[in-house]
């Protein structure tokens, strides 16, 4: 497991100490099992802040000693682990066809995973109360496992603004939605932080942190939903842009003539490789796309020429987009993701095949491109990485 966007480093202003409990509690997450010792020879700090710092944590129940060890010169040391065993992060993923829970202790182990069915005709105010009956669910499970929620965070198709406002969310139908706040409200004010952010984002957050790219400094996540957005980390952060908008490419259009696209625009990369036009080409119902896809996969599995042709089309499309992030960013690996994963075996060659011929970078610029390990639940995994995340930066739960 990797840790990512955040790097706290000592530093000498006000908040000082919570700088300090951070840096050692990453070093700790990073090189446990390790010594007070070792954290002061590795950050700079002195052995008598370590050792104050230390037993802060360990108040916090962040920390814990596991024994002695003697494979050192010198007197044996106690030796420090992670401990965040009263402590939770919540993360939910909300998509056209499914609301997705996962709740994470602090190293990262999965306390639960939770997917259920969700319309995409439901209006926002349905959406919010929904969602909010799900997290009293997960926090009551925590609750009874005597765990602290440490936050929350949430996931959408859409265009997230900065306030946790959703501007616009095309497959959702929702503009304008103040989710953090709604929901916030719907919760009856939690007692923990309620976050809001692009699906995208939060599943290229996953991948760095816990993926099998994780600690990939350059990479570029494309969900494969109804929707395709992109979430990108570059230089080991992930991009937001100014306002919070970046990643769209599922709008970027590709064929002025093309399909119309749920934005209302023509021939957008969404509108002619999304998991809609594979479906709609294969003449099957997006109502029930897991099963629908189901069928492409056994058909594709039995050379049927029909879905392969269209598996092609699809694969060529999406590479021309997986093209235009290559020459943009030149990220080191494109991580296909949600309903992607289950084509790749078809898709991988065609986007391959496209992008080599559209990069201008010899070996295109050391771009690979791979399927996700993470399953449907990347997005929701990303919004509980983006509370340790917060963790991690020096927030850090109080004393009870």
């Known amino acids: 497991m990797i840790t990512s966007t955040t790097d706290p ?12 409990l951070a840096v050692v509690l990453r070093f700790v997450r990073e090189h446990a099992p390790c010594s007070r010792a070792d954290i002061a020879a590795s950050t700079g700090l002195n052995k008598a802040t370590v050792s104050s710092l230390v037993a802060d944590l360990i108040d916090r129940r962040l920390v ?18 992670l401990d965040g065993s009263p402590y939770a992060a919540i993360g939910i993923e909300i998509n056209v066809d499914y609301v997705t829970a996962v709740a994470v202790d602090l190293s990262g182990e999965r306390l639960l995973s939770w997917r259920r069915s969700f319309s995409g005709a439901t209006t926002a105010g349905q959406a919010i109360a929904g969602v909010a009956a799900i997290v009293r669910r997960v926090v009551n499970r925590m609750a009874k496992e005597e765990r602290q929620v440490l936050g929350l965070t949430v996931g959408v198709p859409g265009l997230v603004g900065t306030d946790g406002t959703v501007r616009i969310a095309p497959n959702l139908g929702w503009h304008d939605v103040d989710l953090s706040g709604d929901l916030a409200k719907a919760l009856r004010d939690p007692g923990f932080s309620v976050q809001v952010d692009n699906d995208a984002n939060l599943a290229a957050l996953a991948e760095h942190r816990f993926g099998a790219q994780a600690g990939t400094a350059n990479l570029v996540y494309l969900t494969g939903e109804i929707g395709v957005g992109a979430g990108v980390i570059l230089d080991g952060r992930l991009r937001r842009g100014g306002q919070g908008y970046a990643g769209e490419i599922g709008h970027i259009q590709l064929d002025p003539l093309g399909a119309e696209c749920r934005c209302g625009r023509l021939g957008c990369l969404e509108a002619v490789a999304g998991i809609g036009a594979v479906l709609e080409h294969a003449a ?10 189901d069928e492409v996969v056994r058909l594709a599995r ?49 986007v391959e095949a496209e992008m080599r ?44």
């Open 302 to 350: 039995a050379g049927d020429s029909r879905t392969l042709n269209v598996l092609g089309t699809v694969g060529r499309n999406l590479g021309k987009g997986v093209a235009v992030m290559a020459n943009l960013l030149n990220p080191d690996v494109v991580i296909l993701g949600g309903y992607y994963v289950p084509l790749a075996p078809w898709l991988l060659p065609e």
């Open 357 to 400: 011929g559209r990069t201008i970078a010899p070996d295109v610029g050391g771009c690979r491109v791979v399927a996700s390990t993470l399953g449907y639940g990347a997005a929701a995994l990303g919004g509980a990485a983006r509370v340790l995340d917060s963790v991690d930066s020096g927030r850090l739960p109080r004393i009870s």
């Open 9 to 20: 480093q000592p530093a000498d202003f006000a908040d000082v100490r919570a700088t300090n």
């Open 284 to 293: 099957l119902s997006p109502a029930e796309v897991e099963v629908e896809l």
């Open 64 to 81: 814990r000693e596991t024994g002695l060890t003697e494979n050192r010169v010198g007197r044996p040391a106690t030796m420090l682990v």
